[in-house]
């Protein structure tokens, strides 16, 4: 090759050579070097030779590239996310804390509770806190122990018998419904409330003697103590007859005897009322729970109709159905307990039943619904009694029953005759109580 074709070659290559030259020079220089690093071995090149200049000129540039984005910190991300101008950002919503049940009752900044009712009412309950900022914002521990003291000092101040809490919390202002429950600390081993019973024995004694204006006789049948069973007809589309029973004594016999009436399965673990008349008195109906309470010398009441009693359409109203198969004569012969027939007027025009609705009624634990003249079209409201006029009356003792010994319990053709003589005094009763009633039921 002649000299001047290799001076061409090496002129085309020169801007290539020029590139890289430039590339190596804008690069800016690492961060952090050693001198080791610095120092960079080089090899004399000499003019004559373009070509190995320019390669060794862009590796030079190229190692120097590497090296910068080695050490390169990585870009910080941004803190905000873009968002349109003049647009707000949204807010984001409370959520408060939610402690464990556990760690609650065994922090020791828990301890000041002194009221264990309202203690337990809070351990069974996840806390509700609110605020009164407007700004959302987040709850921190803080902020839980600074209601959990407000807490603790308002159980303090019930114990105490102050029931006026501070108006600037309103989470304090809710703890305080607790109060208004009446539960008590203790009930009986058969569910009976005495703070609650005795919270609503004025409102039971204003419906008996104002809105039924009860009439009583022969309340001096019944022992002023001892053992004792009361049997009466059941009837009314709702069980008021047991609790009218119980107020009636209260109120008109000499001795103010308590009554404890048994209920059956149904209106026991029926919603609400089940609890209700449980809280009140009333016990589930069977041979265990009677044999407890008489061997307490306690007064107790039975219906031995059942749920045909309360079942019966206003037509048949009054009209005593089979008295089961005589459980409470068993009862009555081994406990040695007398046996008195009660009649009760004024449940049946109370609460009368039009017509039963057997769609729905398993869904709410109920055998029926009931359709009376205001329930349902009245709504809740529609279960309040009428204000019909009420008679109950006591019988003498049955001296039948009174002549057997606990043996007699096992001959099933004496019970069966003796539940029969129960249902005739009952049925005597109750027609001598009709009577002297009249014929004006809600007036009078």
Not at 139 to 167: F, K, M, N, Q, Y
Not at 184 to 189: E, G, I, K, L, R
Request: net charge positive; proline share 9%.
């Amino acid at each position: 090759m002649s000299n001047s074709q290799g001076s061409d070659a090496a002129r085309r290559k020169r801007p290539a050579a020029r590139r890289a030259s430039a590339r190596a020079a804008s690069e800016p220089p690492p961060a952090a070097t050693t001198a080791e690093e610095n120092e960079t071995p080089t090899t004399a090149v000499t003019p004559r030779d373009p070509d190995a200049a320019s390669q060794q000129v862009a590796n030079a540039g190229a190692e120097v590239s590497n090296d910068t984005k080695a050490i390169e910190p990585p870009p910080a991300k941004r803190a905000t996310a873009r968002r349109k101008p003049g647009a707000r950002p949204k807010p984001q919503p409370v959520r408060p804390a939610r402690p464990d049940q556990d760690t609650v009752a065994g922090d020791p900044q828990f301890a000041p509770f002194s009221n264990a009712s309202t203690a337990a009412a809070l351990r069974g309950k996840p806390l509700q806190i609110t605020t009164d900022v407007a700004r959302p914002r987040s709850l921190t521990r803080v902020h839980i122990h600074h209601h959990v003291r407000e807490a603790a000092s308002l159980a303090t101040r019930l114990a105490e018998g102050d029931t006026e809490p501070p108006e600037h919390s309103s989470f304090i202002r809710r703890l305080t419904r607790f109060r208004f429950l009446q539960h008590s600390d203790q009930v009986d081993d058969f569910g009976l409330d005495a703070a609650y019973e005795e919270s609503v024995r004025p409102l039971f004694e204003k419906l008996s003697t104002d809105y039924f204006r009860t009439q009583v006789d022969g309340v001096h049948h019944v022992p002023s103590h001892g053992r004792a069973i009361l049997v009466g007809n059941h009837s009314g589309a709702l069980p008021w007859d047991g609790i009218m029973l119980r107020t009636a004594l209260r109120l008109h016999h000499s001795a103010r005897r308590d009554m404890r009436w048994l209920v059956e399965d149904h209106v026991f673990h029926a919603p609400f009322l089940g609890t209700f008349v449980n809280r009140i008195g009333a016990v589930r109906a069977c041979q265990e729970n009677a044999e407890r309470l008489l061997e307490r010398e306690a007064l107790v009441a039975v219906f031995p109709e059942g749920i045909k009693g309360i079942a019966k359409p206003y037509s048949d109203r009054y009209k005593l159905q089979r008295f089961g198969r005589g459980g409470y004569v068993r009862l009555a012969l081994r406990m040695g307990a007398p046996v008195i027939p009660v009649a009760i007027v004024g449940a049946e025009e109370a609460n009368p039943l039009l017509y039963k609705v057997n769609a729905f009624a398993k869904s709410v634990g109920l055998p029926f619904i009931p359709v009376t003249p205001t329930f349902p079209w009245l709504g809740p409201l529609g279960i309040a009694p009428l204000p019909s006029r009420w008679r109950i009356a006591f019988g003498p003792p049955i001296r039948e029953i009174a002549r057997h010994d606990a043996d007699a319990a096992n001959d099933d053709v004496l019970v069966h005759e003796l539940n029969e003589c129960v249902r005739a005094s009952v049925r005597a009763l109750l027609d001598d109580a009709l009577r002297r009633r009249g014929e004006n039921v809600y007036v009078g």
